[in-house]
C-alpha cells in the first residue's frame, strides 16, 4: 500500500541540470531499497540507480555514472535524482519504484513492488 509520485522533469538544454523528486506515502519508507527507472518510446524500460535503505550504497547504470546523483531522505519519505551534464539519449519517461525486500540495491525491474506515474525528462535543443 505504497504510492509514489515524481516530480521535476521538464524540458533542459544539452548539458543542463533538473533534479526529479520521488515522495511516498507511508511510514515504512526507510525499509525500502529506492529505485529510478526510464522508459523512451519504443524502448523497454531500464535501469538507472539505485539507493540502500540507509543511503549508504548507490549504484548506477554505466552511461550516467559521473552525471547522475541518487539519494534520500528518510525524514521527508523523498527519493531524489539530480541530473547534470544531460544528453538527448536521456529523453525518457522516469519512474521511480521501491523494493521492500532488499537492504543494498537492485538493478532488476521484476525486484521492485511498487511505481510511480512517471515524469517526463526531454533534452533537445
Known amino acids: 500500500q505504497v504510492q509514489l509520485v515524481e516530480s521535476g522533469g521538464g524540458l533542459v538544454q544539452p548539458g543542463g541540470s533538473l533534479r526529479l523528486s520521488c515522495a511516498a506515502s507511508?511510514?515504512?519508507?526507510?525499509?525500502?531499497?529506492m529505485g529510478w527507472f526510464r522508459q523512451a518510446p519504443g524502448k523497454e524500460r531500464e535501469f538507472v540507480a539505485s539507493?540502500?535503505?540507509?543511503?549508504?550504497?548507490?549504484y548506477y547504470e554505466d552511461s550516467v555514472k559521473g552525471r547522475f546523483t541518487i539519494s534520500r531522505d528518510n525524514a521527508k519519505s523523498t527519493v531524489y535524482l539530480q541530473m547534470n551534464s544531460l544528453k538527448p539519449e536521456d529523453t525518457s519517461v522516469y519512474f521511480c519504484?521501491?523494493?521492500?525486500?532488499?537492504?543494498?540495491?537492485?538493478?532488476?525491474?521484476?525486484?521492485?513492488?511498487?511505481w510511480g506515474q512517471g515524469t517526463q525528462v526531454t533534452v533537445s535543443s
Open positions: 519504484a521501491a523494493d521492500t525486500e532488499r537492504v543494498r540495491y537492485e538493478v532488476r525491474a521484476a525486484a521492485y513492488d511498487y
Open positions: 507511508g511510514r515504512t519508507f526507510s525499509l525500502y531499497v
Open positions: 539507493i540502500s535503505r540507509g543511503a549508504g550504497t548507490t
